[in-house]
């Protein structure tokens, strides 16, 4: 007990002397240095599988009444999608895709995505890109904000979905 507080002091105050010198609760602002910007293209497909014994897409909840031209609308499912190097879901897993997306279309079929994409393999194993974006999926072409990047993808047509991404991260 007494050695994890003088651990814990320590360690407070390691921090304070690494955020001198301090002004209370903030330190001096200093020039913002910004590394030479890189810019990685990524391709991938997703794998959006609501059907069968394993789904990775479930609907967590949905509206018990709308006035919405679409049914759907106001769909909330959570995901842990496969993200893999060819359209195969047999091919290569590069990582995986969490998050939610919602139907927020009241007239046609489109989604708003709230998804962080996680890399596994390679030089990227442990990063991810997050996608925060409306996604109009009855355009076979669509472009998603990414946050520090942009990225377009393409879904085939069905209850469960194989999109292909392509990602220009400028990190
Ligand atoms: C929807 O749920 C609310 C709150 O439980 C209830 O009052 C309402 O009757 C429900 N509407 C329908 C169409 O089931
Ligand atoms: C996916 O790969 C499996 C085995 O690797 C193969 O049997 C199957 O036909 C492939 N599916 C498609 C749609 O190419
Ligand atoms: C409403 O959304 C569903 C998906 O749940 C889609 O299949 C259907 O085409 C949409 N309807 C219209 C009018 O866009
Ligand atoms: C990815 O990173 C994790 C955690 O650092 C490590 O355990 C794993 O072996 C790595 N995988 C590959 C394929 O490098
Ligand atoms: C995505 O990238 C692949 C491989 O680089 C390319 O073949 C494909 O045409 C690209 N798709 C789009 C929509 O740019």
Redesign the pocket.
């Known amino acids: 007990m007494e050695k994890s507080l003088i651990l814990a002091w320590i360690l407070v105050l390691s921090t304070a002397m690494a955020l001198a010198p301090c002004r209370g609760y903030y330190s001096d602002a200093e020039p913002y240095v910004p590394a030479p910007k890189k810019v990685t293209?990524l391709?991938f497909f997703l794998h959006d599988t609501m059907s069968g014994k394993n789904p990775t897409a479930v609907v967590v909840a949905r509206p018990n009444m709308t006035t919405a031209p679409n049914k759907s609308f106001g769909t909330v499912a959570a995901i842990d999608d496969l993200i893999t190097v060819g359209p195969n879901v047999t091919s290569k897993v590069i990582g995986n895709a969490q998050g939610l997306w919602v139907m927020t279309d009241r007239d046609v079929f489109g989604l708003t995505v709230y998804i962080d994409f996680g890399f596994t393999e390679g030089e990227f194993n442990g990063s991810s890109i997050s996608i925060f974006s409306r996604n109009p999926i009855a355009e076979t072409?669509r472009e998603l904000a990414v946050v520090g990047g942009r990225g377009?993808f393409?879904m085939a047509q069905g209850g469960d979905a194989i999109i292909?991404y392509?990602v220009t991260v400028i990190h």
Do not use: T
């Open positions: 293209h391709h072409e377009k393409r292909e392509n």
